[in-house]
């Protein structure tokens, strides 16, 4: 069992930078890759970004290329999600989860994933 625990949402104006925090309970952690999926109203849940378990590699949606960063700190059990140069398009809820399979495409798709934290709001203003 996990559990996940977002931080770090808020609101900010266009460009500006949040740092989200998703720390896991467990000793575990890093037997899991981690990915970052947001969720806008009325739509549906899309993916962000994913971390391999050693932090070596990392995805991610070709609309945060570029801005966000994904990594993850297998001594904290944490995983990061940097996000630079912010649009009103990122307003969202944010959620981090745990995914056991070692296959990288899975990682895509919310179907997939094994664990999920609660949400982080964040907003960016025009």
């Known amino acids: 069992q996990v559990q996940l625990v977002e931080s770090g949402g808020g609101l900010v104006q266009a460009g500006g930078s949040l740092r989200l925090s998703c720390a896991a309970s467990?000793?575990?952690?890093?037997?899991?890759?981690m990915g970052w999926f947001r969720q806008a109203p009325g739509k549906e849940r899309e993916f962000v970004a994913a971390v391999a378990r050693s932090g070596t590699t990392t995805y991610y949606t070709d609309s945060v290329k570029g801005r966000f960063t994904i990594s993850r700190d297998n001594t904290k059990n944490t995983v990061y999600l940097q996000m630079n140069s912010l649009k009103p398009e990122d307003t969202a809820v944010y959620y981090c989860?745990?995914?056991?399979?070692?296959?990288?495409?899975?990682?895509?798709?919310?179907?997939?994933?094994?664990?999920w934290g609660q949400g982080t709001q964040v907003t960016v203003s025009s």
């Open positions: 989860a745990a995914v056991s399979t070692y296959y990288s495409a899975r990682y895509y798709y919310p179907n997939n994933y094994d664990y």
């Open positions: 467990g000793r575990t952690f890093s037997s899991y890759a």
